[in-house]
């Protein structure tokens, strides 16, 4: 990968940190995501799905709600973005199987670029082996249920798509299919989520220096004792992306900002598919709202990483900015929050569902329920870093969401 970007940069000068970030992730060959499971214990960070069962039961139970407040449309497309290890759509699934409308009405469309990762979706969701070297798939938490297993209706038939690259039957019967983007998710009643895809979009990151804006760049280190083979630089003049970026905020007072276009495209592709074909979305992120500056780092082995130290081992991320989504939308659609992940998931009920849980779980199980809700919940931990966003289509004014106020 340090090969690739020097080679790159010495041919077409200095790459901005967006473009550094996309190679390092998601380039074909060696890109971070693309070959390799990096979640869990064994691997760089542990998401909330992975981390508590209860996570996915309460989203999809926020969804059934949601389904319902639109007058339970027959066909529901469900379409997660970045699914990791397809944790939270099995969790989801396991929950819709349990409600009789809403199981016959869904379809599972996963939005990924890997396809080491969407393997592993594959093999969780069917519930059958995609090949036989990988073996690590099946590391995570055990899943308890407080009730028994309700049996399964026939699967409507495949999701039929030219785009998708991928496809198969749940466990549960439900058909799934990959794309690589979400302009190839057919159109149609859709309830989006998104759980920490969005801060693995590319940043660009801007400076003032001397009154000017500036961009940050990715360069070769060509001193002598570098530490790395690869150094921040700032760019002599204000870029064309530097340019068009900033223009949406003329008065920004922060020296240091960082704006993801990509990440713009895609919540106003969401928005528009709400407005136009009806369904809802949930976004949730660490993020913030427009008031932090340098949040761009890596982690590898659950442990801060220098970014640029040996592209393509370590997960680079940067904060969700959500004043940005949510100017780029709120014409089109709804929006509500962010609110913290400890409101939502108490909002939502977790602490009733801990309890249904603890009945039947010892042991290990029940010491895992426990510090999962605790980490997930406690504002020192998950609870208050991580955000909740909805969008909402705009003939729902005056209505407000479960989960984004107290229950009653
Ligand atoms: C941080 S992981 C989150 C995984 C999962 N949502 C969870 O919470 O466990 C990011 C996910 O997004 C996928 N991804 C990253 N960039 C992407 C892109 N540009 N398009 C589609 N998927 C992407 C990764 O392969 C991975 O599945």
């Known amino acids: 990968m340090v090969k690739q970007l020097k080679a790159r940069i010495r041919l077409s000068g200095p790459l901005s940190v967006a473009d550094y970030m996309k190679e390092v992730l998601t380039n074909p060959t060696s890109g971070y995501y693309m070959h390799q499971d990096v979640f869990g214990t064994k691997g760089d960070f542990i998401t909330s799905p992975e981390i508590s069962q209860m996570f996915g039961e309460l989203i999809a139970i926020w969804c059934v709600n949601e389904w319902m407040q639109c007058g339970s449309p027959s066909s529901l497309q469900v379409v997660e973005l970045g699914p990791g290890r397809g944790t939270l759509a099995d969790d989801m699934l396991r929950v819709f199987a349990k409600f009789e409308g809403i199981r016959d009405a869904v379809s599972l469309h996963m939005v990924e670029v890997s396809p080491k990762l969407s393997e592993m979706q594959q093999e969780k969701l069917s519930g059958i082996p995609v090949s036989p070297h990988n073996t690590d ?20 038939a495949m999701a039929s798509s030219d785009s998708h690259y991928r496809n198969c039957q749940s466990k549960h019967g439900v058909p799934v299919s990959w794309y690589r983007g979400l302009q190839d998710v057919p159109r149609g009643f859709s309830f989006f989520v998104a759980h920490e895809f969005f801060d693995a979009l590319p940043v660009h990151k801007f400076q003032k220096r001397d009154g000017h804006w500036r961009e940050v760049m990715v360069d070769v280190d060509y001193s002598p004792n570098a530490e790395h083979h690869l150094r921040f630089v700032l760019s002599q003049q204000s870029t064309t992306t530097g340019k068009l970026l900033l223009q949406i905020n003329p008065n920004e007072l922060r020296e240091h900002v960082e704006q993801s276009p990509d990440s713009g495209v895609v919540v106003q592709e969401l928005a528009t598919r709400i407005a136009s ?64 992940q400890q409101s939502f998931l108490n909002n939502m009920g977790i602490q009733v569902r801990l309890q249904m849980l603890m009945k039947t779980a010892h042991g290990e199980q029940l010491e895992q329920l426990m510090s999962g809700y605790d980490m997930l919940t406690n504002p020192s931990k998950m609870g208050e870093r991580f955000k909740f966003l909805s969008l909402l289509q705009s003939n729902r004014k005056n209505y407000e969401p479960a989960g984004f106020v107290p229950p009653m």
């Not at 798939?137 to 409507?156: F, L, Y």
Request: proline share 5%; aromatic share 8%.
């Open 137 to 156: 798939a099946k590391e995570g938490r055990p899943s308890v249920t407080s009730e028994n297993q309700s049996s399964m209706t026939d699967a409507e």
């Open 277 to 340: 074909d009806g369904g809802f979305a949930l976004i949730a992120d660490y993020g913030h709202s427009g008031e932090k500056t340098d949040t761009f780092r890596a982690f590898r082995d659950h442990k801060l990483h220098d970014p640029l130290c040996e592209p393509g081992t370590a997960d680079i991320t940067a904060d969700v900015d959500f004043s940005y989504l949510k100017s780029l939308v709120s014409d089109k659609v709804i929006c509500y929050g962010p609110i913290s």
